[in-house]
């Protein structure tokens, strides 16, 4: 079997949305008719990405065997690495390797979750991550979690969003916030906050003592991603568990992350190494006694990769992360993922899972 085509283009899930909120999506086809599918990072439309897969990577991949396919995206990764690996590169790399993977399950009838080792549960609990809470005040914040309980997830994230070069902007309201969402749920429930990188050393103190206070789960990017060792500073002070991870981008990087002291980590399978990057993420957390939680906001080919592989860890101690959801993804898959009672039922379809409406794609799909 050989490659015979890559394809890389954006998917505008409505006829408004700007380049960068488009999703980006690969498909390999090869000469037996198979075609595997993929999804990149979506930052900025994903652009940067797409565009690396057309120029830079699919020359080297057409006419080779998608069966050496971890061997191919090293080789691939080693020769463009000076493209900067972290970021668009790994993104592009990503998507590719979730097509091989899809490609992989399709040429033997299998899902990909049995291909890398079975899964502990087919049907998996999720968290509802909500963003943009930084921009809301107390009351807008406590209805969008109420709207997002109904979906009955196991747990609720909420994201804040704010502009990454102002920090410690305003701590009391942050809290506020996190007390009115504790009230609402009452005790008991699961809750996480996510600081996306908003607050110093002190701040990040500050706010966690509030979060073990009102018995929050974890407390997500206190400190800008770039600052790893303030990360396992502010990790090691505070009894809540820290997290991050979801903007690093190689296996080494995460590696000094678990080093500096966080333990619990979020690699993304769009952002970083796909299925068999996440798979090396696991093996590297498992090691260390570190939770691997991935983050993945991706609404379709992202989140059923991503399920395939949590559904694989060992020790599953969170559930999935599922993002502000919307039925305007749904549109180019017969079968959208989709809770039911508050679980995502892993699809039995070979690879992914996933069904293509051509005719849907094709009124969405935008070239590069
Ligand atoms: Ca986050």
Known sequence: MKITRIEAFQVAWAATDKPSQRSAFVRIHTDDGLIGIGEASPMQGGR?????????????????????????LDQAMHTLVKLGPEGA????????DIALWDLKGKLTGLPIYKLIGGAWKTALPFYASIGGNGDRDIDAV????????????????????????????????DIAKARAVRKLVG?????????????????????????EELEFWWFEEPVQHYHIHVMGEVARKLDITVSAGEQTYTLAGLADLIDAGVRMVQPDIVKMGGITGLLRCAALAHAHGVELVPHQTQPMIGHVANLHV???????????????????THAVFDNPPLPIDGLFHLPTGPGLGLTMNEEALAARRVEI
């Open 48 to 72: 940067a990405s797409l565009g690396m897969v057309v120029h830079d990577i699919a020359p080297m991949l057409v006419g080779r065997d998608p069966l050496d396919h971890a061997v191919l």
């Open 89 to 96: 590169l790994t993104g592009a790399m990503a998507a590719l």
């Open 142 to 173: 406590v209805r969008v979690v109420e709207a997002r309980l109904r979906d009955r997830p196991a747990a609720v994230k909420i994201r804040f969003d704010n502009n990454r070069t102002t920090l410690d902007a305003d701590i009391p309201g």
């Open 187 to 211: 005790d008991g429930f699961p809750l996480a906050f996510d600081a996306n990188n908003c607050y110093t050393s002190g701040g990040a103190i500050r706010v966690g003592r509030a979060l």
């Open 310 to 328: 949590v559904a694989s860890l060992l020790q599953g101690t969170k559930p999935a992360e599922w993002n502000d959801p919307s039925t305007r």
